[in-house]
């Protein structure tokens, strides 16, 4: 029966593992490599690795990292930070990711996606977008790490993607991002419904019911989420944890 894939985000600032409320705030969790030797033991589906620092820095995500990370982990694992170069990503893949995330470049440089696409295929291409209202209540897509608004509306450039030649979609609301309070239900299902690649939902989920409600009501084909997996509960002990693939059975509605 098929289930969603359920994906830990683990955000990086430069070579350690942090944690944000709604993109600032930023808690210390620890170091990458003990985190995927966790995650291994649990049998995690993936990890997403994202450097919240490298594009606002001029840099690209550590190849000495990937590679580390490449040589400890079981499962397959996706990177975003920095990148703007075919030989970038031609780098980052060599270095043991399966996939690339691409943000901010991708909402400056849309044609970047279809260079991309067409030099690696769709299925190693991944774009990220963080979305967020404008003080007029407008969604928007916004980069640099929240910090820049882009004016470009989310479906509209979640289509532009697509067309692109984009593989897959994360939709992130930055405003949910590290509450644990459920994911943006209104945003998720507006762009899953309306494209045809994979959608991956991310922010704002704090518990097992958050997943698997939206899957049922946005048909999302990932679900993402940091906060869940590398605390303990609510008040936000660290503590790495996965649940039992028993736990996903989204398809149960009862």
């Excluded at 030797?37 to 820095?57: G, K, M, Q, V």
């Excluded at 030649?165 to 507006?190: P, T």
């Excluded at 309306?194 to 019911?209: D, F, K, Q, Y």
């Excluded at 958050?210 to 509960?233: M, P, R």
Aim: hydrophobic fraction near 40%; glycine fraction near 8%.
């Amino acid at each position: 029966m098929f289930r969603p894939r359920v994906i830990p985000v683990l955000l990086l600032n430069h070579d350690h593992l942090v944690k944000s409320i709604s993109f600032r705030d930023y808690q210390y969790i620890g170091d990458p490599l003990n985190a995927v030797r966790i995650f291994n033991e649990l049998e995690a589906d993936e990890l997403t690795f994202l450097d919240i620092s490298a594009t606002r820095n001029n840099r690209l995500i550590s190849l000495d990292l990937i590679r580390e990370i490449g040589e400890e982990s079981n499962m397959p694992f996706n990177v975003g930070g920095g990148i703007r170069q075919i030989a970038q990503i031609k780098d980052v893949i060599r270095a043991g990711a399966e996939k690339v995330i691409i943000g901010s470049y991708a909402a400056s440089n849309p044609d970047f996606i279809t260079k991309a696409s067409n030099e690696f295929g769709s299925s190693t291409i991944t774009v990220c977008m963080d979305v967020k209202k404008n003080f007029f209540g407008k969604e928007q897509v916004w980069t640099i790490n929240g910090t820049k608004p882009s004016g470009i509306d989310p479906l509209e450039f979640a289509r532009l993607m697509e067309k692109n030649g984009a593989g897959e979609i994360i939709v992130q609301s930055i405003s949910r991002d590290g509450k644990m309070n459920g994911y943006d239900l209104s945003l998720i299902k507006r762009i899953a419904t309306n494209i045809n690649i994979p959608t991956v939902a991310l922010g704002g989920a704090g518990n097992l019911e958050d997943l698997k409600t939206t899957y049922v009501e946005t048909h999302v084909t990932g679900l993402a989420a940091g906060s869940i997996f590398v605390y303990y509960d609510r008040n936000k002990g660290v503590l790495i944890n996965y649940p039992e693939k028993k736990d996903f059975n989204f398809n149960d509605t009862e």
